[in-house]
């Protein structure tokens, strides 16, 4: 018979190997987490993940300060998720200690990129506390005293994306400063106004006294400046903010006189006002000090948009969610699609934009504003710019494109097969690091609140660029594209939107994501090919064999030629 001592020890044994197995296992399931440099764990734990799909799945759950990582244990359903902390919105406590009722106890997450994640934890001991302070605390730090993510990581990246802008450079590749319009450093410490960049293009004949004045009769100081100019017709798109009528309807001569310069820079005949918001919103803001330009401003037409504001996309915004997550009702869909009226407000921006760049590209020039001059205007004047000018259409164009008319201008943070030489992925991973707070591009209001202390997106990009070309962009200078604004035409983006749908992923993701693997590699080969008939052609023997023949449009192409003329089946 065993003594006491003998079995205690037996259980002690077995207690210390079932708790290594445990904690094996829970290094395993959480091994292949690739932090990245600065991210450090905060708490490891088993939970439950009420997954909308698979049901009650087991598994484990990390918690850092970047992300909330979760792996199932259960290899037979297999669910993985990776969260930025900065991507979620709310984490609510799921029922109470007394709560009835299977897996009714633990966390309910919302995020900003469509998901509801729940999670369930034993009822007894308290089990949630820990980690509903935990990611309560590293979810939102700033309320807590704590750096953003993007202050503290390491990451290391061989090109400086804040530098894919400047300014200066930028103007020059439009042709300016000209005679009609120059750079001004009016703003170079921000005191004209906080939420503009410290370079600025104007009217030519105005003085710095004339900006002045004029800031202080625009909303928060965001005077009309250029954004883009076209070289044939030297047309241009000019950015500001609401004029400050008020119910009295103050007049300012020096605003009118300025707007003037603005249409006398190309004789316009008429200078065509853009207001994005609906006529009513715009009366309604007068209430407040706000207003719009009436006829006071001669030689001007002004034609409202009817883009409705932030609180009606939002609300819209909230609609469509609830339409594609978890679950998309495929029976009433494109009635439940219609009620969120989404697509109808992408329609009133596209067909917004397609305004303004038929207008300049007519050689008429134009000012975009709404309220502030952020939100509906740069969504307005990025999309003409787009449209008008290919260079917004390559990679790194873009880039400058999202910098200068969202990021220096400051924002309250269809597909062309051809036309763009950036991809899809380009896209989702500019929204999806919107609000990782992984990088300082997205984190702040306007240029003068970033770059000091962080990484930008842009060096991420630039790193991977191959991962963001499209492999069948064709250049094109001078093309301005229109776009058809038609609801017959227009169509959600599955991709983003319900893409954490299995079933759509399955359906919609993997086949195109292997297609275009395909293209790529078929691309190197014909390129391979391509190559390997140059070097045949420089030959001695080629060259001897050529010079007996005469030459002939095709051997006198240039190798760039006859690359045009490669055509990649679909």
């Known amino acids: 018979m065993a003594s006491p001592v003998s079995i205690c020890n037996s259980n002690a044994l077995d207690t210390q190997i079932s708790s290594t197995s445990r904690e094996s296992l829970k290094m395993e399931l959480l091994a292949d987490v690739c932090l990245l440099p600065g991210e450090d764990r905060i708490i490891d734990k088993d939970i439950i993940y009420i997954c909308p799909f698979n049901g009650a799945v087991k ?21 993985t998720l990776d969260v930025p902390l900065g991507a979620i919105s709310r984490v609510e406590k799921m029922g109470g200690a007394s709560s009835r009722g299977e897996n009714s106890y633990g966390l309910d997450i919302t995020c900003k990129d469509v998901r509801n994640l729940r999670f369930a934890l034993k009822q007894e001991g308290h089990s949630r506390r820990d980690i509903f302070e935990l990611l309560f605390r590293h979810a939102f730090p700033l309320s807590h005293g704590q750096p953003l993510f993007a202050y503290v990581t390491q990451e ?120 994005a918001r609906p006529n009513v919103n715009a009366v309604a803001n007068k209430a407040t000090g706000g207003g719009y330009e009436g006829d006071e401003y001669q030689n001007a037409e002004l034609i409202f948009l009817d883009i409705q504001n932030i609180h009606v996309m939002r609300e819209s915004l909230k609609k469509l969610k609830d339409i594609v997550y978890p679950n998309v009702e495929e029976s009433h869909w494109l009635s439940s699609l219609e009620s969120t009226h989404w697509l109808e407000h992408i329609k009133l921006v596209l067909s917004g934009a397609i305004q303004v760049a038929d207008k300049v590209s007519s050689g008429n020039s134009v000012v975009v504003h709404c309220s502030d001059g952020w939100d509906r205007t740069a969504q307005l004047t990025s999309l003409a710019m787009l449209m008008l000018d290919s260079h917004y259409r390559t990679l790194r164009g873009f880039q400058v494109l999202i910098e200068k008319e969202w990021i220096s201008f400051g924002h309250k943070f269809a597909s062309f097969p051809t036309a763009f030489e ?117 030959s001695p023997s080629s060259r001897l064999a050529n010079s007996s023949t005469p030459n002939t449009s095709s051997t006198s192409s240039t190798p760039s030629q006859q690359y045009t003329h490669l055509h990649t089946p679909f």
């Open 59 to 79: 598994g484990k759950v990390l918690i850092t300060n970047y992300r909330l990582h979760f792996k199932s244990s259960d290899p037979d359903v297999p669910v």
């Open 156 to 275: 290391k990246y061989e090109e400086n994306g804040w530098n894919v802008y400047k300014p200066i450079e930028e103007f020059r590749r439009q042709g300016l400063p000209n005679n009609k319009w120059r750079i001004t450093f009016i703003n170079k410490n921000y005191e004209l106004c906080d939420t503009y960049p410290t370079v600025l293009a104007v009217p030519y004949k105005s003085k710095e006294e004339d900006l002045r004045r004029v800031a202080a009769f625009r909303s928060r100081g965001r005077i009309p400046v250029l954004s883009w100019i076209h070289r044939e017709n030297q047309a241009v798109i000019v950015r500001c903010s609401q004029p400050l009528v008020g119910m009295s309807g103050k007049r300012n001569k020096d605003d009118e006189r300025y707007l003037d310069l603005i249409r006398e820079a190309n004789e316009t005949i008429k200078l065509t006002i853009y207001d």
């Open 422 to 538: 950036f991809n899809e992925r380009l896209l989702l991973t500019m929204l999806d690091q919107l609000y990782s707070c992984r990088f300082g591009t997205f984190l702040y209001n306007c240029e003068s609140e970033v770059r000091s202390k962080t990484v930008s997106l842009w060096s991420l990009v630039n790193s991977k660029m191959d991962m963001y070309l499209n492999p069948f962009y064709t250049p094109e200078s001078g093309r301005v594209l229109y776009p058809v604004a038609s609801m017959r035409h227009l169509e959600l983006w599955v991709n983003y939107y319900i893409r954490w749908n299995p079933r759509i992923r399955q359906q919609q993701q993997s086949p195109v994501e292997q297609r275009y693997k395909e293209l790529l590699a078929l691309r190197d080969e014909y390129l391979k090919k391509l190559e390997e008939l140059q070097l045949s052609d420089s």
